[in-house]
């Protein structure tokens, strides 16, 4: 199959990018019609979307999309923008694939980027009474004090629609009336990162909805890497989630040499790759352990940490750290393995 006949078949202003995977940047006009006939044609079946991701182009607000067929194996990469700064709309993708309705509302929360056809368009993270979008290239980070009052929460949504006329018009919807019974699930502990709860309506026994509400932590290690180098970058990965510190670094690190054109020693690679599944084997330890307890077995627990200390000491000789390790480095790594690793 020629995916770029095929693309260009369904939008023939597209144009591609030669990088490996095929990348096409499509207008916005025809960019819907063409990821639905990637998704529901049976000789593409694009049937998952890795990422959507939104961006400030400097002269234009858009979203990449990286899709993946499950069925043949195959990529590609689509590219949508709009040069409307002011009141920027694309088409959701939300209907084709469901996990793109979360992510389409954290572009709205830090672009402004607007989705026609979304039945939720709320903020994600942020207060709703937030000014400016954090993502784009020219916010002001003076326009939000520190606010500590507590926010109401809304049982209105919006939704952009488009009517016979081809305008784009908003239509309210409501998330919970008054004769539904909901109550609050979570955070269940104060030390729960980014203190996620579920708004749950019941009707008895049975769940009828759930409304999930993220938070408000979110540490723009995006926007943070605007200002810094390279090699400056990398200790944020580790801080992204210091149980997969390892794989976040070692992610970036491979992005940074694959587009210098850095070949990487052996020896590094089959390091780099040990780190890493000890690090997996690490978390799952932490998480079957923290599980155990919370259902009222203890001794797995004491179990589990103790078969995690070993992987920790390891790390600690290795790197010098037992958490965030600092490790992978752009070229190699930091330091040989410890001769006492087995």
Known sequence: MDLKKRILEIAPETQFVEQGDIKAIVPSS?????????????????????????????DSLGVIYHL?????????????STTNRENPELYSVCDLWKTANFNEREVYDFFGIRFINHPDMRRLFLRDEWNGY?????Y?????????????TEDKTTELTIDAEGKVIEKENTLFDDKEYVINIGPQHPSTHGVLRFRTSLQGEIIKKIEPYCGYIHRGIEKMNESLTYPQTLALTD?????????????????IEKALGVEIPERVQYIRTIMDELQ????????????????????PFTYGFRDREMILDIFEQT????LI??????????????????
């Open 68 to 80: 993946e067929s499950t069925k043949y194996g195959h990529t590609c990469v689509l590219q949508t």
């Open 140 to 152: 002001d980070m003076e326009s939000n004090p520190l606010n500590m009052t507590n926010e109401v």
């Open 325 to 342: 390790q600092n490790y992978n480095v752009i070229g190699g790594v930091q330091a040989d393995i410890h001769p006492d690793f087995v």
């Open 280 to 299: 997996r084997i690490d978390s799952h330890i932490l998480f079957y352990s923290c599980l155990a307890m919370d259902m009222g077995a203890i001794t």
């Open 239 to 255: 801080r992204l989630d210091y149980l997969s510190a390892h794989q976040n670094r070692h992610a970036l690190c491979m992005l």
């Open 30 to 58: 025809s960019f819907y019609a063409l990821a639905k006939k990637l998704k529901e044609d049976e000789d593409t079946s694009f049937d998952f979307l890795l990422s959507l991701t939104g961006m400030d182009f400097g």
């Open 134 to 138: 954090p993502f784009r290239k020219d």
């Open 319 to 322: 790197t010098g750290g037992r």
